[in-house]
């Protein structure tokens, strides 16, 4: 069986979270985490890892229009290698380009108010990423 994964969208004051169920069919949005510095960040992280059952991290990497990494990109990989560590997990890395706008249009679609959908954007963006990371070739075999 391949087993949980947890992806994570990291921004400056939020970390979006979502996990998949062990046959890695189905997504769901997990919740956010509100951000208190990268080693209490991955402590907390390593702790709902454990309590998810995951076998396998995927931390979407902000990159701009051209694939270029930016200040936003080195805070995600600095988090995900801090994760890595304190949960022993394997770690990928998945392009999030676009993920917060596709979260934005399936929060609409689903009739939430914008006040609504601003508490649940992070979320639902970690779920477009995992999403992403499990329709990719490199899914295949991650964390099994």
Known sequence: MPGRLLALDVGTRTVGLAVSDP??????????LVR??????????????RAEGVVGLVVGLPLDERGAETRSTHLARQLGEALARASHL????????????EAARRLRDQGLSERQARSRIDAEAAAVILEDFLASPDAQAFGA
């Not at 394997?90 to 706008?101: C, G, H, I, N, Y």
């Open 90 to 101: 394997p770690l990928a890395w998945m392009d999030e380009r676009f993920s917060t706008v």
């Open 23 to 32: 046959e890695r069919r189905l997504v769901r949005p997990l919740g956010t």
């Open 36 to 49: 208190r510095g990268v080693k209490r960040d991955a402590d907390a992280l390593a702790a709902t890892a």
